[in-house]
């Protein structure tokens, strides 16, 4: 019994892991399509974000990215938690 719990909580705190690294291209995704929105010269940062249309594809996919990663997260969250507490 204590074998599956540690178990279960190790493939969670995988899974956790696995969520965090797929979180990095949505965040600097998101960092640098805010910085080409609101930077008065965003070309100097990357010549990518002179071209507002690209700046509003970067944002839109990296807060796609972030928010699939954010609900992941929460929900490993949660179950780590009930396995804990059936423990």
Known sequence: ??????QELKAIENKLLVVA????????LTGLGIA????DNPGA????????EKV?????IGLAI???????F???VSERARLKASQ
């Not at 019994?1 to 540690?6: E, F, G, H, R």
């Not at 080409?36 to 930077?39: H, I, R, S, T």
């Open 1 to 6: 019994m204590v074998q599956k719990y540690q």
């Open 21 to 28: 690294v797929l979180d990095v291209p949505g965040t600097v």
């Open 36 to 39: 080409g929105k609101f930077d």
């Open 45 to 52: 940062l990357l010549a990518i974000l002179d071209d507002p």
């Open 56 to 60: 509003n594809y970067m944002l839109a």
């Open 66 to 72: 972030m928010g699939f990663c954010a609900v992941r």
């Open 74 to 76: 929460f929900s490993l």
